[in-house]
């Protein structure tokens, strides 16, 4: 996970987090373009930053995993100024695109394999979000009328020519996708720590909830050709996590609700 030193503090982060970054250095260590995120070096906490409410579910899932011991500490969730703020603990170990794990493909891809299938085994009693596909389907065909697809980012094996080839797959499959499992809901390299080869735990879980397996099937699939460069480990990471419980039409589905975001 990348680190950049920045000159200071942000000067509207709530005075509620001031004691956990005082006196220390920051590092911004942000992925993606709909949150930020700072890295604490003295205490080692991660600080997100995005808008106002679209932490709350990753908070609340945060702290089931934690409570299974697959997930950091949650120590602040706080909205301030139209903002949500979630500060977490770090966690021991690195995430999955760390050179030690990548330089041993075969083994990070049969370890992720079953990790996942672990995680789809657990008992999911109590967990906060109870029926995540409901919710994942609906996105997926509101995507689609407003116009939001892309295909681009998915191998050929995944991926649909247009967009109504996708949402009349998605349409007619809908109901295959269950709610049954727990998943992470974005199964990808850098969201899965291990310490050694031996897992330490999940991260960003703002998708995660009780839902279909396949989701996080598709993910897992995917990651492995983004990350490594080549789709070589995609039918091994199936055979690894159990071919028994992977149905090549569900991840279609999946596939067709994935391109619409």
Request: aromatic share 12%.
């Given at each position: 996970?990348?680190?950049?030193?920045?000159?200071?503090?942000?000067?509207?982060?709530?005075?509620?987090?001031?004691?956990y970054i005082k006196d220390s250095r920051i590092f911004d260590s942000s992925s993606s373009p709909e949150a930020r995120v700072y890295y604490v070096e003295r205490g080692g906490y991660y600080l997100?930053?995005?808008?106002?409410?679209?932490?709350?579910?990753e908070a609340l899932m945060t702290e089931?995993?934690?409570?299974?011991?697959?997930?950091?500490?949650?120590?602040?969730?706080?909205?301030?100024?139209?903002?949500?703020?979630l500060l977490t603990a770090k966690m021991r170990g690195e995430d999955c695109t760390s050179d030690i794990f990548l330089t041993s493909p075969e083994r990070l891809c049969d370890t992720i394999a079953e990790e996942l299938r672990i995680l789809h085994g657990l008992?999911?009693?109590?967990?906060?979000?109870?029926?995540?596909?409901?919710?994942?389907?609906?996105?997926?065909?509101?995507n689609y009328k407003s116009g939001n697809y892309d295909s681009s980012h998915f191998p050929d094996s995944f991926g649909y020519s247009s967009a109504e080839e996708a949402?009349?797959?998605?349409?007619?499959?809908?109901?295959?996708?269950?709610?049954?499992?727990?998943?992470?809901?974005d199964y990808c390299l850098p969201n899965i720590i291990l310490d050694g080869w031996g897992l330490a735990?999940?991260?960003?879980?703002?998708?995660a909830g009780v839902a279909d397996r396949h989701i996080d099937l598709f993910w897992g699939a995917w990651t492995l050709g983004f990350n490594l460069g080549t789709d070589k480990y995609r039918e091994r990471f199936f055979d690894a996590y159990g071919r028994d419980r992977v149905d090549?039409?569900?991840?279609?589905?999946?596939?067709?609700?994935?391109?619409?975001?």
């Amino acid at each position: 996970m990348k680190k950049t030193l920045i000159s200071s503090v942000p000067a509207d982060i709530p005075r509620e987090l001031l004691p956990y970054i005082k006196d220390s250095r920051i590092f911004d260590s942000s992925s993606s373009p709909e949150a930020r995120v700072y890295y604490v070096e003295r205490g080692g906490y991660y600080l997100k930053r995005a808008v106002g409410g679209s932490l709350e579910k990753e908070a609340l899932m945060t702290e089931y995993f934690h409570s299974k011991g697959l997930g950091t500490e949650v120590l602040e969730y706080l909205t301030s100024g139209g903002e949500d703020f979630l500060l977490t603990a770090k966690m021991r170990g690195e995430d999955c695109t760390s050179d030690i794990f990548l330089t041993s493909p075969e083994r990070l891809c049969d370890t992720i394999a079953e990790e996942l299938r672990i995680l789809h085994g657990l008992d999911y009693s109590g967990c906060p979000i109870m029926n995540r596909t409901e919710v994942y389907i609906k996105t997926a065909l509101e995507n689609y009328k407003s116009g939001n697809y892309d295909s681009s980012h998915f191998p050929d094996s995944f991926g649909y020519s247009s967009a109504e080839e996708a949402i009349a797959v998605l349409r007619e499959g809908r109901d295959v996708l269950r709610s049954d499992t727990l998943i992470h809901g974005d199964y990808c390299l850098p969201n899965i720590i291990l310490d050694g080869w031996g897992l330490a735990g999940f991260i960003d879980l703002g998708n995660a909830g009780v839902a279909d397996r396949h989701i996080d099937l598709f993910w897992g699939a995917w990651t492995l050709g983004f990350n490594l460069g080549t789709d070589k480990y995609r039918e091994r990471f199936f055979d690894a996590y159990g071919r028994d419980r992977v149905d090549k039409y569900a991840l279609k589905v999946v596939a067709a609700a994935e391109v619409f975001g």
